[in-house]
């Protein structure tokens, strides 16, 4: 049986991006809002974009981030990978600059989001627990398939170390 996570990502920057990463299916992901759906939760103010958030984290073991080029330090990405360690969920993220959009293009590296959050009581950044895996080759149908054949085994991973902590 597959593993239920939540992706979490830039959705302007990285919707076709995710898409491609959220169908591959190792994984069973949240269902992705439409643009009018995700319209009208901001329409509801920050209490309802939490109040989305939340529901679509309950009942998943894990939070996967796909890390584009403008995805660390967005306050609503930020909220996810905090209420995820929080409550106990496997966190890890994957750098996908290289999965080509819509238009063929591949973008830049963005910084790794989970060096803003530091831990208690050492204060040491949770990057030296979450892993943020970063696929080692240039093409994208190259990036896509390393993806592909690792997810599964990367959340069982983010779900072990998480109940180490």
């Known amino acids: 049986m597959a593993r239920r996570a939540f992706y979490s990502f830039h959705f302007d920057a990285d919707n076709w991006r995710a898409s491609q990463?959220?169908?591959?299916?190792?994984?069973?992901?949240?269902?992705?809002?439409?643009?009018?759906?995700?319209?009208?939760?901001?329409?509801?103010?920050?209490?309802?974009i939490q109040q989305w958030i939340d529901n679509q984290l309950s009942g998943r073991g894990c939070t996967i981030v796909l890390i584009g080029s403008a995805t660390a330090g967005r306050k609503w990405i930020n909220y996810e990978i905090e209420k995820s360690w929080s409550d106990g969920k496997g966190v890890l993220g994957?750098?996908?600059?290289?999965?080509?959009?819509?238009n063929g293009q591949q973008s830049s590296k963005g910084a790794n989001p989970f060096d803003r959050f530091t831990l208690q009581p050492d204060n040491s950044k949770l990057s030296r627990i979450v892993k943020?895996?970063?696929?080692p080759y240039l093409?994208?149908?190259?990036?896509?398939?390393?993806?592909?054949?690792?997810?599964?085994?990367?959340?069982?991973?983010?779900?072990?170390?998480?109940?180490?902590?």
């Open 94 to 102: 994957i750098f996908i600059h290289r999965l080509k959009d819509r």
């Open 21 to 48: 990463v959220r169908n591959i299916g190792a994984i069973e992901g949240n269902s992705p809002a439409s643009d009018n759906d995700w319209e009208a939760v901001k329409k509801g103010g920050d209490a309802a």
């Open 139 to 165: 093409d994208s149908s190259d990036v896509y398939k390393y993806i592909a054949d690792n997810l599964a085994a990367w959340v069982e991973d983010a779900i072990a170390s998480r109940n180490k902590y």
């Open 132 to 135: 943020a895996y970063d696929p």
